[in-house]
């Protein structure tokens, strides 16, 4: 075939496999566009970062060593190999042309090679984790279709390999061929005569047919990851992970008033972007604590699903038409309902999904416009604003945890304390639970520390309340203490509750309220280290869990920690630090019925295979929830706050 | 304009919550004469006499074997069929689980939306604007209908009834044609609750056991004690995780909230959110092997010790005192 003839061939083949990419990714990108607005411009920095650390890096997925290496096999040998896709198009149209300098660069082929081995190699592995090891997570995931594309990546790099060696073999390779080890052993494999020639041009066109089979096959697949993982690593959140997108309900515009997510068009465009680069990989899966117990929830299923109603619904509804309900028509209500809000999902995922905003987004349509929630919980919603905490306690007996404690209680117009100690409201009413207040505040105030607390001017945050769904009694309950807060001249605040610690320090800036707040196992450990605290060391062994909210949303890991090595031999758990698992009480869950299995005997089923005698926490609903556990489970285990544990090392062990 | 009310009844009477739906869409009538409706298995069965001094100029009674019980789809096709007769403007039903069921299924016949527990109600152009309850009590809503028939359910307890000095409405009987599907659906057995009558929230005592009754059998000590004293059987949310008894017994925040007399709280450690649920107790009375249970903290009367050894001295000591 003429230069000339194959030129149009490839220019027939090029517009229509480019035709057939354009106009799915012309009709992709309008469903995104329907999307509501979320800003995520700014922090260049930090997105340049992200993609380098997750994306080229590959962070993410190394977290899980060996799939992790079977994929950065597959994306570094893609990205190395991006030229010689240019190559090869050049080639088809006359096997003597190639890219200028890069074609003729023997180090440029030598990583070829190297590459297009271990793609090979990453591709079998696939295939191997996926037919021999079959991990759970894949379950519910397009299985065939994934073993169509290793296919294809497979094909690709043999092709790309055979046309190098027949290209050796004819003598019209651009470069030296010593520096191609791979291709050059094939290619002393292959029969000298007339058909060499043949068998070049079949294999540069199979080479170049398959890329563009694959380009059109791409944006109708899972695969898509390819064209959308980077993008949506770039737009990913730079907020810190606990803290929720807020609603504004004071918008002018009625028809822009968003209450979360009814249908598909009331979706932000980074969650439809999120469910555009979803590859079922189910890392998420494998993390959920509400899966782990054999619940509803899926976050891959659940990303799925939305994905689903976008491909299903998007089109009608760019064409004028109506979209129907998410829930239950593309997920159900358990789904969204099952969820602890622990963004153990978001955290393993390579992909920058944000899983929790999209289950709060469910919930607040659910709440807010339909008021459909588990029934059990409403006590709870209307406790929150009406009593002021989540119990419906009366706000007189807030403070009488400290009774007989020398704790000042901050009147209106006092003079603001060094550091104001934000109770919360299971430190303050739950019997378990205040044996950590009056261990942090015996503590704080041994060390010396001006401290005082608000007594009955303290008000729930509205953290439970907000990942209900219920952000309107959220925001009441925010701007209420922020006021508080600001009245008081709080600057410096302790809490004992990661979730008050998480919604005063992360979520009450969006509400004007700005304010250092430290977590009582940060402020101990510093007066350890300062010396106003004396540690007398121990040798009891203590396990200590992370709480959600202190470790993996706000990278509190090392302070409690700290404390514990001070006072006992510690033991990890298996799942410990950011990549903790959820004890079963947050995103309300405290307040809901629990259906299947119990999370909190999971997770006390794991401390106690360490051997600890003691299980140490660091949050409220953690000590109810696990010392629950361990009564269910039968566990010879004692539940303790760091604070509580450290304070009997100081009074001589009980 | 034609409003027409469905009502429920029983024994000649009608409930409260129909009759606050009366008065609902009197007011939406702009206080004219409105209609009623109500099915049962003939129409000497019809509460005619109780609507004396209603403001029901005539109450509509669907009569047939389908209605003979409690069978909402049936019910719906009965009112959908007298709406179309009558023209009724709006269609008005008591806020109350079964009301609301109706009124879903006469929705969904019509592919209407059902604006549910109304406190207020007004016609505006070409449909009507509602007041209703929202979040659980927390909220009020004003909604704007659109449809040329308004269909909605009253809040119970929200809208005050007030007699009239009319009469008895006009009793016209009719049988709706009822489709096979519809006749499908109704009341076939009904099964007691497992407390023997006496429900939790108007029981005067309840005893409760906890994770210390150690099984379903645990809890015979429990119920035997419940029976001498004529009270009712409650649990703890660790009883109802471990399936040794319904969520309907349950205590709790998350359960049923109770206000007896007496509460006896046996092998119960007393979460807060179980406290939450019998906060409205006069005395509690709290059976634990646990010296440091923080459920002590809360009761007035306690006993240190295993609930398996007291209960059953303490019936055995009350049935001597009733035989002496």
Request: charge should be negative; include cysteine.
């Amino acid at each position: 075939m003429s230069t000339a003839a194959s030129a149009v061939a490839l220019l027939i083949v090029l517009s229509v496999a480019g035709g057939l990419f354009a106009r799915r990714a012309h009709l992709l990108y309008r469903i995104v566009r329907l999307g509501k607005p979320v800003d995520r411009s700014g922090e260049v920095g930090r997105r340049v970062r992200n993609e380098a650390t997750d994306v080229l890096g590959q962070r993410k997925l190394l977290q899980r060593l060996g799939p992790g290496l079977v994929h950065a096999f597959i994306f570094w040998g893609f990205v190395v190999l991006l030229p010689t896709i240019v190559m090869a198009l050049l080639g088809a149209v006359d096997p003597d042309w190639t890219l200028p300098w890069l074609g003729h660069q023997g180090w440029f082929f030598l990583l070829v090679d190297v590459f297009c081995v271990l793609v090979l190699v990453g591709v079998v592995s696939a295939f191997l984790i996926r037919k021999v090891q079959r991990p759970p997570r894949f379950e519910g995931s397009h299985l065939g279709e994934a073993d169509l594309i290793l296919g294809l990546i497979a094909l690709i790099v043999t092709t790309l390999l055979l046309w190098h060696a027949s290209q050796i073999a004819l003598g019209i390779n651009e470069w030296p061929a010593d520096w191609s080890p791979v291709s050059n052993a094939i290619s002393t494999l292959m029969s000298q005569g007339e058909w060499l020639e043949t068998r070049e041009r079949i294999f540069v066109w199979a080479h170049v047919l398959t890329i563009l089979g694959f380009l059109v096959y791409l944006p109708y697949s899972k695969h898509l990851h390819i064209a959308t993982a980077g993008l949506n690593v770039w737009f990913g959140r730079t907020r810190r992970r606990g803290r929720l997108e807020p609603l504004d309900f004071e918008v002018e515009d009625e028809a822009a008033l968003r209450l979360g997510s009814g249908t598909l068009v009331d979706m932000t465009w980074k969650q439809m972007l999120d469910t555009l680069s979803c590859t079922e990989c189910g890392r998420c899966q494998d993390a959920c604590p509400a899966w782990a117990t054999g619940k509803a929830l899926s976050p891959k299923l659940l990303v799925m699903g939305l994905r689903d109603r976008l491909f299903e619904e998007g089109p009608s509804v760019l064409a004028g038409g109506e979209a129907s309900p998410l829930v239950p028509g593309a997920v159900t209500d358990d789904v969204v309902w099952d969820c602890v809000t622990c963004g153990a999902c978001v955290r393993e995922c390579p992909v920058s999904i944000e899983h929790v905003d999209h289950i709060v987004d469910l919930r607040r349509h659910l709440v807010m416009v339909e008021s459909r929630f588990p029934s059990e919980a409403g006590t709870m919603l209307r406790d929150v604003g009406r009593s002021s905490n989540p119990w419906g306690k009366a706000q007189g007996e807030r403070a009488s945890w400290a009774d007989g404690l020398d704790v000042r209680v901050l009147e209106p117009g006092d003079p603001p304390p060094d550091v104001l100690y934000w109770v919360g409201c299971a430190a303050s009413f739950d019997e378990r639970a205040r044996e950590s207040a009056r261990a942090t505040a015996t503590l704080l105030l041994r060390a010396g520390l001006d401290v005082a607390i608000l007594g009955p001017r303290e008000s729930c945050t509205g953290d439970p309340a907000r990942r209900m769904g219920d952000e309107y009694t959220f925001q009441a309950q925010a701007q209420q203490n922020v006021a508080t807060l600001d009245e008081a001249g709080a600057t410096r605040i302790v809490t004992s509750c990661p979730h008050c610690f998480n919604t005063i320090g992360n979520e009450y800036g969006d509400f004007g309220g700005s304010y250092e707040v430290v977590h009582h196992t940060e402020l101990l450990a510093e007066l350890l280290r300062d010396g106003r605290l004396e540690a007398p060391g121990g040798d009891a062994e203590i396990t200590y869990h992370d709480s959600c909210y202190l470790a993996r949303h706000n990278d509190v890991v090392g302070a409690p920690r700290e404390i514990v090595s001070r006072i006992g031999k510690p033991l990890e758990m298996a799942r410990n630090g950011k990549r903790t698992f959820c004890c079963g009480a947050g995103g309300a869950h405290m307040w809901m019925e629990e259906r299947g299995a119990a999370i909190n005997e999971e997770r006390v089923r794991e401390a106690a295979a360490t051997g600890a005698e003691t299980l140490a926490v660091a949050c409220p609903f953690c000590t109810m929830m696990l010392d629950d556990g361990v009564k269910q489970a039968g566990a010879g285990m004692r539940v303790a706050d760091v604070s509580v544990l450290l304070a009997e090392a100081l009074d001589g062990g009980r | 304009m034609t409003v027409l009310v469905y009502l429920e009844h029983a024994d000649g009477d009608v409930d409260e919550p129909s009759l606050q739906g009366i008065a609902l869409a009197r007011s939406f009538a702009g206080g004219a004469a409105v209609q009623a409706v109500v099915a049962c298995a003939d129409d000497v069965r019809a509460p005619t006499r109780a609507l004396a001094g209603s403001g029901v100029a005539t109450l509509h009674a669907a009569v047939g074997e389908p209605f003979a019980s409690y069978a909402p789809p049936a019910v719906a096709e009965a009112i959908v069929e007298l709406a179309g007769r009558l023209g009724a403007t709006a269609v008005v039903g008591p806020g109350t689980e079964r009301g609301n069921e109706v009124m879903a299924h006469v929705g969904a016949l019509l592919d209407l939306p059902v604006a549910a527990n109304c406190v207020a109600a007004a016609p505006a152009d070409g449909g009507a604007e509602v007041t209703r309850v929202r979040w659980g009590g927390s909220l009020l809503e004003v909604a704007r209908l659109h449809t040329a028939t308004t269909l909605l359910t009253v809040q119970p307890h929200a809208v005050p009834f007030e007699s009239t000095a009319d009469g008895e409405p006009a009793l016209e009987g009719f049988t709706p044609s009822v489709s096979d599907a519809a006749g499908q659906v109704r009341v076939v057995d009904r099964v007691g609750a497992s407390t023997g009558g006496i429900s939790l929230t108007d029981a005067k005592v309840v005893v409760s056991g906890g994770r210390g009754a150690g099984s379903t059998e645990g809890f015979g000590v429990v119920e035997e004690l419940a029976g001498l004293l004529g009270g009712a059987v409650g649990c703890s949310r660790a009883v109802t995780m471990a399936g040794w008894r319904p969520h309907t017994d349950q205590v709790g925040q998350t359960g049923t909230k109770i206000a007896p007399d007496l509460y006896i709280a046996c092998g119960i450690s007393g979460a807060t959110q179980h406290m939450a649920g019998c906060k409205g107790a006069k005395r509690i009375l709290a059976i634990n092997s646990d010296r440091e249970a923080p459920i002590l903290a809360s009761a007035d009367y306690a006993v240190i010790g295993d609930m398996h050894e007291i209960l059953p001295a303490l019936s055995a000591a009350i049935r001597a005192a009733r035989s002496s």
